[in-house]
């Protein structure tokens, strides 16, 4: 069983900058990959990015080159630093944890454990 709790969301103007955390409970951190979604109002949730446990990090195309996932596996976290934010990136994002393999890392189905979200809201 893994526990996972998101922070960092918040308001911030187009062109900011936000860093979400995503803390994991228990001991097999290591063993999981990890993926970061969100979920606008009226949308689907959506995939935004993914770090395996090997260290390989996947992106949705709308945001790679702005935002960057990584993991410390002492800590038990994994982040993602999102620079150059548009309003187009508000949403609920969401960490997720699970064992997946190359061609779902970026479904959401692949992933087991979930945390509760966090809110991101860009401004114009």
């Known amino acids: 069983q893994v526990q996972l709790v998101e922070s960092g969301g918040g308001l911030v103007q187009a062109g900011g900058s936000l860093r979400l955390s995503c803390a994991a409970s228990?001991?097999?951190?290591?063993?999981?990959?990890m993926g970061w979604f969100r979920q606008a109002p009226g949308k689907e949730r959506e995939f935004v990015a993914a770090?395996?446990?090997?260290?390989?990090?996947y992106y949705a195309d709308s945001v790679k080159g702005r935002f960057t996932m990584s993991r410390d596996n002492a800590k038990n976290t994994v982040s993602l630093q999102m620079n150059s934010l548009k309003p187009e990136d508000t949403a609920v994002y969401y960490c997720?944890?699970?064992?997946?393999?190359?061609?779902?890392?970026?479904?959401?189905?692949?992933?087991?454990?979930w945390g509760q979200g966090t809110q991101v809201t860009v401004s114009s």
């Open positions: 997720a944890a699970g064992q997946v393999v190359t061609t779902t890392v970026k479904r959401e189905y692949a992933y087991d454990y």
């Open positions: 228990g001991r097999t951190f290591s063993s999981y990959d």
């Open positions: 770090i395996r446990r090997s260290g390989i990090t």
